[in-house]
């Protein structure tokens, strides 16, 4: 009878025993790796919830960039309009190319020192593209911490886990007992780490492929605007000159 109450009671211990217990209860090293993990995963959350507003608000600005663009409107209009300061990348990219040829209407090309032998064609493409990245690479930023987190996170809970079974057998050898109550305390941190590992990884590497995607999916998008625009300011290009050969006749 005694025997029953003792496990009973051993048993509601571990029952009542909440997870934040069991941190706490553990040594410096499983603290360490525990704590780390939770702030790894708290900060790839907030860059998740950062990315998917700002591409988001990206796409819908775009769209609506695009929608003036298309409209048949005056592209001088639309490029007063956005003055110095595009909201999205691709009218960043359109501010580029507008502001290489206007310089180039300015200063002509004859003039041009730096650029010289260069086409208009080539330099304002150069200038779309230089935009294009810059504005990529902002998109960009912060995701190698998901990825490192998806790659890392894992790996340092399989380290908890590994110091959890060593605290095991520690335990084993100084009580000189293998009954459960001993070894219990280490196998649950080295599992908690573990599932902490998982906790962070799983959802940066889903967040990263995800958002990984998207973002290739506008770099898509870009760069086909890229080719549009170029084409666009092409014929404009050659009809400039045609014009100012018939003038010269």
């Known amino acids: 009878m005694d025997t029953q109450t003792l496990t009973d009671v051993t048993a509601n211990s571990a029952v009542q025993m909440s997870m934040w217990d069991m941190v706490w209860a553990s040594d410096m090293v499983t603290k360490v790796v525990m704590i780390g993990l939770i702030a790894a995963s708290i ?39 956005i003055g110095n300061h595009p909201r999205d990348p691709m009218s960043a990219m359109f501010i580029s190319a507008m502001k290489e040829w206007k310089r180039t209407n300015i200063l002509k090309s004859k003039t041009d020192r730096g650029l010289r032998g260069v086409s208009l064609q080539q330099r304002i493409e150069k200038a779309m593209e230089v935009s294009m990245d810059k504005e990529l690479e902002a998109l960009d930023t912060r995701m190698g911490f998901l990825a490192s987190t998806g790659s890392v996170a894992p790996l340092v809970g399989l380290f908890g886990t590994v110091w959890g079974i060593i605290n095991s057998f520690n335990a084993i050898a100084v009580t000189q007992t293998n009954s459960l109550s001993a070894i219990a305390p280490g196998i649950a941190e080295a599992l908690f780490t573990t599932a902490f590992g998982l906790i962070a990884a799983i959802p940066a590497v889903v967040a990263y492929n995800k958002i990984s995607s998207d973002i290739d999916r506008y770099a898509g998008g870009l760069e086909n605007f890229l080719s549009e625009f170029s084409s666009i300011l092409s014929r404009e290009i050659d009809d400039t000159a045609i014009k100012a050969e018939m003038a010269g006749e």
Do not use: N
């Open 43 to 81: 900060w790839s959350w907030a860059i998740i919830i950062e990315k998917i507003g700002t591409l988001r608000q990206v796409k819908r600005m775009s769209k609506s960039f695009e929608e003036k663009f298309w409209s048949g409107g005056s592209l001088d209009r639309l490029y007063d309009s």
